[in-house]
């Protein structure tokens, strides 16, 4: 098991170190995620990376995401709801589209192509698929897998090499603002460390959907809201947190599990770029509505993860917590909203069974 996982890690340190010197955007994250799924077709052997390692990554990750909201930037997303609301239903609404023609064009129901494309929450709807009738389990893996990381890829190449257009100084702002605070007092430190890790067990005793993140994200946000000044983020838990994250989902992508895998991957690839090119109209939309740059409105309507999209905006300087909170409001929408939809329209696989 130690062997295993040490195996992982090196491979990861390679993918991270390869994509660093290659300058692609988030190397330690993109890099040892492609790295071990590489590396498992490879050799066919099975690599080992514990949920419990991923989760400490997401707990840093959440903190850096809360400590970046202010009472100006709620104030300013209160008076943004309903374009978020906007953002969220007309996301959804197009990736719905996409599943529709990827089940026509593939053959997959209905039921799976809509449920593997929607934007955010991998794990939940894979969950969800197993409730839901006419459902194919593995093929709404693949289809979400694959939406996710062809965003990961996709959307913060486009901000840092598009939208940003090789802008230095937007990079190094972002940088700047996580390697190099200081800690003012002496029990800064220990309060946040306390605070984050208290957030994210009541998280998960009260099931909030990815706990490890928002709960840590929550805590860190109302410390910071109360007063106290945050701790700066040295530079190696940021990379320590990209690895963490990234090793944990390259081991869970099984293309060879599926059998009709090569068929699927152009539509899901394709879906999943419309997706995003619509995601950056949606963005640009909303700067005319309001007075923020593309940049931070792409990165808030993009439809990846909460995690990858905020490190995405810490690292080139965007608004952090302007991201989040798009973001949280498209997750929390899929997580409590869609399922009730979902469920309503194609039925359950427990009313099937007593039919």
């Known amino acids: 098991m130690i062997l295993r996982l040490l195996e992982t890690l090196l491979v990861s340190l390679a993918g991270g ?14 890099g040892s995620l492609t790295a071990v799924m590489v590396w498992g077709l490879a050799v066919k052997r099975n690599t080992f990376w514990p949920v419990e390692i991923r989760n400490c990554g997401l707990i840093l990750l959440g903190y850096m995401l809360g400590i970046s909201f202010t009472g100006e930037t709620l104030a300013q997303i209160a008076r943004q709801l309903p374009a978020m609301a906007f953002a969220t239903l007309s996301t959804i609404l197009f990736s719905l589209a996409i599943g529709y023609i990827v089940c026509r064009r593939t053959g997959i129901s209905l039921a799976t192509g809509v449920i593997g494309s929607v934007p955010g929450g991998l794990t939940q709807m894979v969950v969800l698929s197993e409730e839901i009738a006419d459902t194919d389990l593995t093929v709404v893996t693949f289809m979400q897998t694959i939406r996710l990381l062809a965003t990961v ?7 840092i090499h598009g939208l940003a257009g090789d802008n230095l100084q937007a990079v190094a ?18 309060i946040y460390i306390t605070g984050v890790l208290i957030a994210a067990w009541a998280a998960v005793k009260v099931r909030l959907p990815t706990p490890f993140l928002l709960g840590p994200l929550i805590g860190a946000a109302v410390l910071a809201l109360a007063g106290f000044p945050a701790p700066g983020t040295p530079s190696a838990l940021v990379v320590i947190s990209q690895l963490c994250i990234g090793a944990y989902l390259g081991l869970s992508i099984k293309p060879a599990d599926m ?22 109209g949606i963005g640009f939309l909303l700067t005319r509505m309001h007075s923020f740059d593309l940049t931070s409105a792409f ?11 905020g490190l995405t ?6 608004n952090v917590s302007l991201v989040t909170a798009y973001q949280m409001s498209r997750l929390l929408f899929v997580l409590f909203v869609m399922p009730l939809v979902l469920k309503r329209f194609f039925g359950s696989t427990r009313l099937k069974n007593n039919t």
């Not at 890829?153 to 901000?159: A, E, G, L, R, S």
């Not at 990165?299 to 999209?309: A, F, H, R, Y």
């Open 17 to 30: 170190m390869l994509f660093r010197l290659s300058h692609l955007p988030l190397p330690w994250l993109l």
């Open 153 to 159: 890829f996709i959307v913060p190449f486009i901000v």
């Open 173 to 190: 702002a972002g940088y700047a603002s996580i390697h190099h605070g200081e800690i003012n007092t002496a029990w800064n430190a220990p």
């Open 259 to 280: 059998d009709n895998w090569k068929k699927l991957l152009p539509f899901t690839l394709a879906g999943s770029a419309a997706v995003v090119l619509f995601s950056l």
């Open 299 to 309: 990165l808030g309507t993009s439809p990846g993860g909460m995690g990858e999209m």
């Open 313 to 318: 905006a810490v690292l080139v300087g965007a």
